[in-house]
């Protein structure tokens, strides 16, 4: 028995391209018309204008499939009422760091969903700032959203945080932050300039942000309109002090000084000239000024000052937090957002800790405690400078 598709097999003639076509077709709709030896209309030659209306109709039925199954998985796969389990602290507070001093601006986020942890969970900052002035060509005052560098978790390693547990997250207030009102070194002014050159005046009228070779009088190197985070000063990863003398740079403010002590001494010997040499920079002033640091003269009143606007040129300061994170389960992408003003933050304080050891280890080691996830109590750092009396009550 020959098996063909061909109404006469022993003809050994080919089917004609028509009745193929149709065969086709109905192989990959799955019609079921028959075979092309059965007495159906489909398959005849003449037949032409059936095949290409069921062709067409077939090519729609398959394109209103697959949007009727894209729209649903689309609107299955939509993830942002996944944003809504991401909890945020009613209230941000900003304190002085224990130790140093240095102003630290913080909030807390979590996750509530802990069974399906988010996939690389990472936070963002800005500050966003309405300038008092208007445009006197187009009349409008242009919006500005400044980035804000991120201490903990660390953004140069991209900010990604746990969310499945509180986190604390940390914005230092250091002289490149758009929060600081003494921004870009303005607090490092007279930084160990003795009194050879300029008297006992200080210069106070010097504008600080805008040097052509990079350098402030104050010897810290100007961000150029780059958004710099002292931090990677202090830690050796990018050079921030710049001699005024001899344009050497580096990293920490105790190199510095060791440089100028040295250069001072082989000046002294080789009988250099004092004017324009080291020989006019006061280390003492240098070392005491560069690491206690101006900052941490910056009150609460005029730092809460500038945030709400109550200083020139800029309205009040909204800080928009940005958590962007994928959630597991249909791998899309969504973003939670929260933001503060003046309002949520409440000075000298810090949150307390609400992630804590569970008594029953029959269930698990920690437990979250939401009683507490929006608490914060007063600090007092070891500091003469604290912004606020110690006081251990709790509050939210």
């Known amino acids: 028995m020959e098996c063909s598709l061909h109404p006469y097999p022993e003809s050994g003639e080919s089917i004609p391209f028509g009745t193929a076509f149709a065969f086709s077709l109905e192989t990959a709709t799955t019609v079921g018309y028959g075979l092309p030896v059965s007495s159906s209309a489909f398959f ?32 299955l796969g939509r993830c942002e009422s996944r944003g809504v389990q991401v909890l945020f602290s009613n209230k941000a507070t900003l304190r002085r760091r224990k130790g140093d001093g240095r102003w630290v601006f913080e909030f807390r986020v979590y996750d ?44 140069d390693l991209g900010g990604v945080l746990l969310a499945s547990v509180p986190t604390v997250v940390s914005h230092h207030v250091d002289i490149h932050s758009a929060l600081n009102p003494r921004r870009r070194g303005i607090y490092y002014e007279d930084l160990g300039r003795s009194s050879v050159r300029h008297g006992d005046q200080v210069q106070t009228d010097l504008n600080l942000d805008e040097h052509v070779d990079g350098v402030s009088p104050d010897f810290s190197l100007s961000s150029c309109g780059m958004n710099l985070r002292e931090l990677d000063s202090a830690t050796g990863s990018r050079d921030g002090l710049r001699c005024d003398v001899c344009g050497e740079t580096y990293n920490t403010r105790d190199n510095l000084a060791k440089h100028i002590t040295f250069q001072k001494l082989l000046e002294k010997h080789d009988g250099v000239p004092v004017i324009g040499s ?63 003003t003046i309002e949520d933050i409440e000075f000298g304080a810090e949150f307390v800790h609400c992630f804590v050891a569970n008594d029953d280890r029959s269930q698990c080691a920690a437990k979250m405690d939401f009683d507490l996830f929006h608490k914060t109590k007063r600090v007092s750092p070891e500091s003469k400078l604290s912004a606020v009396p110690e006081n251990d009550e709790s509050h939210d």
């Open 44 to 75: 005849e030659p003449a037949c032409d204008g059936i095949r290409a209306v069921i062709y067409f109709q077939m090519v729609l039925s398959m394109m209103f499939q697959a949007f009727l199954f894209s729209f649903f998985y689309g609107r």
């Open 112 to 155: 509530s969903d802990p069974r399906h942890p988010l996939v690389e969970a990472h936070v963002r900052l800005y500050a966003i700032r309405q300038p008092r002035k208007v445009d006197k060509v187009y009349n409008v005052r242009p919006v500005t959203v400044e980035p804000l560098r991120l201490w903990k978790p660390n953004d």
């Open 278 to 340: 080291h020989q006019e920079l006061d280390v003492d002033t240098v070392l005491q000024n560069c690491s206690k640091g101006r900052d941490k003269e910056l009150s609460s009143k005029e730092l809460s000052g500038f945030i709400a606007g109550e200083t020139e040129p800029y309205n009040a300061i909204e800080i928009l937090v940005v958590l962007e994170a994928i959630e597991p389960l249909m791998s899309g992408t969504f973003q939670s957002m929260q933001s503060y």
